[in-house]
């Protein structure tokens, strides 16, 4: 059961980094005006707003309705879609996602569903969570899962891909890989471990009470101090990140 349940609200507040940080894969795709381009877990809609703003028509995709709902708000022309059942009638000169990937945990169906997406020539700018993202956080939360009976396996919903792994995905559908990259990112959470557990684990605490997800963020931090903690910095989050641009050859 891995059911994470978005709050666009709190995301804008606590993980405002993500697509701040995200800024790195719209250098990669270096989006040109009068371009259409798929953004791939649009979320909130912050990136797709900077291609329109760069004058490409933009469509964004998510599978969270709450995060459709905000995107559009925010005057995106989002869809609510799984990526890795995605179907559309139209064609794009590129699809970016940017923290999205490490969520669809059949990675194999998304590379297929984007070349399909992609005109000859199209590129296919991402970045997500990298093998190791997370770790030492991943394993408080394990550890806490462990200790009440639940099987962490089974409420973990991200999927962090190998480079290589990666590499020979988009390669074996046919894609060009231009340059692949796995980025150690300590991320500085300005908001604390606690705020960045509540927007991110929900699927962890799914069913939890109140008292129960006190408990266990509790325990998480105290697991994660001496790692990622310090007086002078606050807390960092070990992420790792793996970016791409590949690129779908001409016919
Ligand atoms: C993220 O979307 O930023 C993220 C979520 C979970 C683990 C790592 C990164």
């Avoid at 964004?60 to 995060?67: A, C, H, L, Q």
């Avoid at 894609?175 to 927007?199: N, Y």
Wanted: proline share 5%; hydrophobic share 40%.
């Amino acid at each position: 059961m891995t059911n994470q349940i978005w709050n666009p609200q709190e995301y804008r507040k606590s993980a405002d980094f993500v697509p701040e940080m995200g800024r790195a894969v719209i250098e990669l795709l270096e989006p040109k005006a009068g371009e259409r381009i798929l953004d791939l877990g649009c979320g909130t809609g912050v990136l797709a707003k900077e291609l329109a703003a760069a004058g490409c028509t933009v469509v964004g995709t998510d599978s969270s309705p709450e995060m459709v709902e905000a995107a559009r708000t925010a005057g995106v022309d989002a869809r609510l879609a799984d990526a890795q059942t995605l179907k559309m009638d139209e064609k794009f000169d590129a699809v970016l996602s940017n923290d999205a990937l490490h969520w669809m945990p059949d990675q194999y169906a998304v590379v297929r569903r984007v070349w399909n997406l992609l005109k000859p020539g199209g590129r296919f700018a991402a970045e997500c969570g990298g093998e190791g993202c997370v770790r030492v956080i991943r394993e408080g939360m394990k550890i806490a899962l462990i200790k009440r009976g639940i099987d962490y396996k089974a409420r973990n919903p991200w999927k962090f891909p190998e480079l290589g792994t990666f590499s020979d995905i988009l390669e074996n559908q046919g894609f060009q890989v231009k340059f692949i990259a796995r980025i150690d990112r300590p991320t500085p959470l300005v908001h604390g471990l606690r705020r960045w557990l509540e927007v991110f684990s929900a699927s962890h605490t799914d069913g939890f009470t109140s008292e129960q997800k006190e408990a266990f963020y509790k325990e998480v931090e105290d697991y994660c101090r001496p790692m990622l903690y310090s007086e002078q910095n606050g807390w960092t989050a070990d992420y790792v990140r793996l970016r791409f641009l590949a690129v779908k050859p001409e016919e």
